[in-house]
T-cell receptor
Framework: AQKVTQAQTEISVVEKEDVTLDCVYE???????LFWYKQPPSGELVFLIR??????QNEISGRYSWNFQKSTSSFNFTITASQVVDSAVYFC??????????FGTGTRLKVLA | EAGVAQSPRYKIIEKRQSVAFWCNPI?????LYWYQQILGQGPKLLIQ????????DSQLPKDRFSAERLKGVDSTLKIQPAKLEDSAVYLC???????????????FGPGTRLTVL
């Protein structure tokens, strides 16, 4: 069975701080894909980043970076120099070979001015 | 390109009434998903279409929920009769067809917020 766990329910940081959102996944598939989505107060889920199971190279895109470690089944997401507009609920998602997505329960990020 | 369109944005009904939601995916996206997102939870997949065909409806409460995707484009999700626990946001998403692209990330519509009284 596939599962995504986001243990952090809510995180509060002060603007300009760095913040890391944790994601741990479970799957038996050898090929799988991981995603992070942002859900602002408006409600629409916005795609942020993605990684496949064959590529453990970590990347940076602007203020976003991610750390994918197969050995610990983790796919953590970091926002550098957080801004108030980053306040939202962030979801980690897993897609296996069946194209079915499994979402975590989300982490609510509050960035305080 | 235009995003995923959904209507209505909000709907309030009484229990035992019927309701229908409409979704128009991104042009060229053969895969369409309907999710239910209860307040404070992550999205839960209800049904997944590839073109006209159903790929996965294992979590769709088939005694009251139904969905169709005529001509492989627009889709409607219906609840009949509604229960109090159906109060949620119903999200539609689409992605490229299987085999096109590697990640096939989903793109979501704004959702329909349903309140059942």
């Amino acid at each position: 069975a596939q599962k995504v766990t986001q243990a952090q329910t809510e995180i509060s940081v002060v603007e300009k701080e760095d913040v890391t959102l944790d994601c741990v996944y479970e799957t038996r598939d050898t090929t799988y894909y991981l995603f992070w989505y942002k859900q602002p107060p408006s409600g629409e889920l916005v795609f942020l980043i993605r990684r496949n199971s064959f590529d453990e190279q970590n990347e940076i895109s602007g203020r976003y970076s991610w750390n994918f470690q197969k050995s610990t089944s983790s796919f953590n997401f970091t926002i550098t120099a957080s801004q108030v507009v980053d306040s939202a609920v962030y979801f980690c998602a897993l897609r296996g070979g069946t194209y079915k997505y499994i979402f975590g329960t989300g982490t609510r990020l509050k960035v305080l001015a | 390109e235009a995003g995923v369109a959904q209507s209505p944005r909000y709907k309030i009904i009484e229990k035992r009434q019927s309701v229908a939601f409409w979704c128009n995916p991104i042009s060229g996206h053969a895969t369409l998903y309907w999710y239910q997102q209860i307040l404070g939870q992550g999205p839960k997949l209800l049904i997944q279409f590839q073109n006209n065909g159903v790929v996965d409806d294992s979590q769709l409460p088939k005694d009251r929920f139904s969905a169709e995707r005529l001509k492989g484009v627009d889709s409607t999700l219906k609840i009949q009769p509604a229960k109090l626990e159906d109060s949620a946001v119903y999200l539609c998403a689409s992605s490229r067809p299987y085999g096109q692209g590697v990640y096939n990330e989903q793109f979501f519509g704004p959702g329909t917020r349903l309140t059942v009284l």
